[in-house]
């Protein structure tokens, strides 16, 4: 089945720690996004990548980074300068119809 | 800057009521319009999307355009219980693949 994989589920950060948050897809789509959502806050865009090797800052883009070395992968590195992550996080592709999201990984910060 | 704006609600409806939940936006230039469904800690599904003036429907989902109020709605009929979520609704600029989304409605269908 073609879809997005986001890994992992739940992800707990410490204090100065960076984490890296997995976002692949098998869907052939060349536009990725990384999205973060706060209760009440809706959908914030953080970067979003229409071709491999090129990336674009979104909204929110401070305190992370991302890479896109292949068409299927978007991982997205949340480091130590951002400093309130806890966050449910979202990646999707864009499918010609609006956007497939994955499933969301979950971040806390411990 | 383009925005969507949406009532936070919550919006409550009896069960087998027409829910209407509602949307605005500031972009003319929007073309493409999508509705999404979220549940609680889940990820949002689109469930309908429309790009001309006037109604679209598929199945109790009836999505209404109106470019010139810049006003898009998305009507649920015999609502059930199932139906309980916060719904988003997007945009979608002419030659962009960037959708922008509302802050959503959260629906509350009441058996």
């Known amino acids: 089945d073609g879809g997005i994989t986001q890994s992992p589920k739940y992800l707990f950060r410490k204090e100065g720690q960076n984490v890296t948050l997995s976002c692949e897809q098998n869907?052939?789509?060349?536009?990725m996004y990384w999205y973060r959502q706060d209760p009440g806050q809706g959908l914030r865009l953080i970067y979003y990548s229409q071709i491999v090797n090129d990336f674009q800052k979104g909204d929110i883009a401070e305190g992370y980074s991302v890479s896109r070395e292949k068409k299927e992968s978007f991982p997205l590195t949340v480091t130590s300068a951002q400093k309130n992550p806890t966050a449910f996080y979202l990646c999707a592709s864009y499918s010609g119809f609006g956007y497939t999201f994955g499933s969301g990984t979950r971040l806390t910060v411990v | 800057q383009k925005e969507v704006e949406q009532n936070s609600g919550p919006l409550s409806v009896p069960e087998g009521a027409i829910a209407s939940l509602n949307c605005t936006y500031s972009d003319r230039g929007s073309q493409s319009f999508f509705w999404y469904r979220q549940y609680s800690g889940k990820s949002p599904e689109l469930i309908m999307f429309?790009?001309?003036?006037g109604d679209k429907e598929d199945g109790r989902f009836t999505a209404q355009l109106n470019k010139a109020s810049q006003y898009v709605s998305l009507l649920i009929r015999d609502s059930q219980p199932s139906d309980s979520a916060t719904y988003l609704c997007?945009?979608?600029?002419?030659?962009?693949?960037?959708?922008?989304f509302g802050k959503g409605t959260k629906l509350s269908v009441i058996p």
């Open positions: 997007a945009s979608q600029g002419a030659g962009s693949y960037q959708l922008t």
């Open positions: 869907l052939n789509h060349d536009a």
């Open positions: 429309i790009y001309s003036n």
